[in-house]
């Protein structure tokens, strides 16, 4: 299975994220690309760099 984590960087998303990869889920973390992604290091994951206030971002 496949998920998409918007916030996936802050304490709470990064928490979500572990949790889906413990399940066996794919995940791809959707963040603004000033983010700080430490709370990401060494996840297997896909990031894909967007901010939720442009719409045509998340075309």
């Known amino acids: 299975m496949r998920a998409l984590v918007s916030g996936a960087s802050g ?3 990064a ?3 572990r949790a ?3 399940a066996g889920w794919q ?3 959707l963040l603004r690309e000033r983010s700080d992604r ?3 290091a060494g996840l297997d994951v ?3 760099l967007a901010d939720l206030g442009e719409a045509r971002a998340l075309e």
């Open 11 to 13: 304490f709470v998303g």
């Open 15 to 17: 928490a979500v994220v």
């Open 20 to 22: 889906l990869l413990a």
């Open 27 to 29: 995940v791809r973390c």
């Open 38 to 40: 430490s709370n990401l």
């Open 46 to 48: 896909e990031l894909a």
